[in-house]
């Protein structure tokens, strides 16, 4: 059973707008949530990451949302720029920090369009 | 190079075959991980490592073999190479924070 899901396999954003990209998880134990962003042919690149005792976690264009009860976890790329297109993965880690693994989502592939 | 290596990047096997996969950080972390990514599953953990001469299984561990005789080396072995063991495989490290960071990964294909 996945614990950690990405329920959209793509998104399609304009350039210059907002892209927001939805994790959903179900172990109540995660409690460190990261972003990773993938090129083809390239290794997965950390993005950002939420403390689960966090609601929000800002760095530059990149913002991560967590909504706790909601199990829920999301990120914002504003504004929405050419590089930016890549997958983008949802992980998250228990309460040893991720020495005994992340737990990945599949992924979202963004197109960010001219 | 600082960072994290793999070699090969490209493998091609054949079915029953042993491949050994390298992964070499240069950054002393503690923590090494060996991942697989799959269509339709993202990426799932095979092995990880909390020291040298300290490895445990992952989610995926049956086929594979690891071992950890220097901080810096983490090779995944397939002891023998099945089709289903086609994959990309990435290696990662971690060191005082809970981010991991991953090598560029090595495309095997077993024939």
């Known amino acids: 059973d996945q614990q950690v899901k990405q329920n959209s396999p793509s998104l399609s954003v304009q350039e210059g707008r907002i892209s927001i990209l939805n994790c959903d998880y179900t172990?109540?134990?995660?409690?460190?949530f990261l972003w990773y962003k993938k090129y083809p042919a390239e290794g997965p690149t950390f993005l950002i990451s939420?403390?689960?005792?966090?609601d929000k976690n800002e760095d530059g264009r990149f913002t991560v949302f967590l909504n706790k009860s909601a199990k829920h976890l999301s990120l914002h790329i504003v504004p929405s720029q050419p590089g930016d297109s890549a997958v983008y993965f949802c992980?998250?880690?228990?309460?040893?920090?991720?020495?005994?693994?992340?737990?990945f989502g599949k992924g979202t592939h963004l197109i960010i369009q001219p | 190079d600082a960072g994290i290596t793999q070699s090969p990047r490209y493998k091609i096997t054949e079915t029953g075959r042993q491949v050994t996969l390298m992964c070499h950080q240069t950054?002393?972390?503690?923590?090494m991980f060996w991942y697989r990514q799959d269509l339709g599953h993202g990426l799932r953990l095979i092995y990880y490592?909390?020291?040298?001469?300290?490895?445990d299984k992952g989610e995926v561990p049956d086929g594979y073999v690891v071992s950890r005789s220097k901080t810096e080396n983490f090779p995944l072995t397939l002891e023998s190479a099945t089709r289903s063991q086609t994959s990309v495989y990435f290696c990662?490290?971690?060191?005082?924070?809970?981010?991991?960071?991953f090598g560029p990964g090595t495309r095997l294909t077993v024939l």
């Open positions: 990662a490290s971690r060191g005082a924070g809970n981010e991991q960071f």
């Open positions: 172990n109540s134990m995660f409690d460190y």
């Open positions: 939420i403390s689960s005792i966090k």
């Open positions: 992980a998250a880690s228990g309460l040893g920090g991720g020495a005994d693994g992340l737990t």
């Open positions: 950054w002393s972390h503690s923590y």
């Open positions: 490592s909390a020291a040298a001469d300290i490895t």
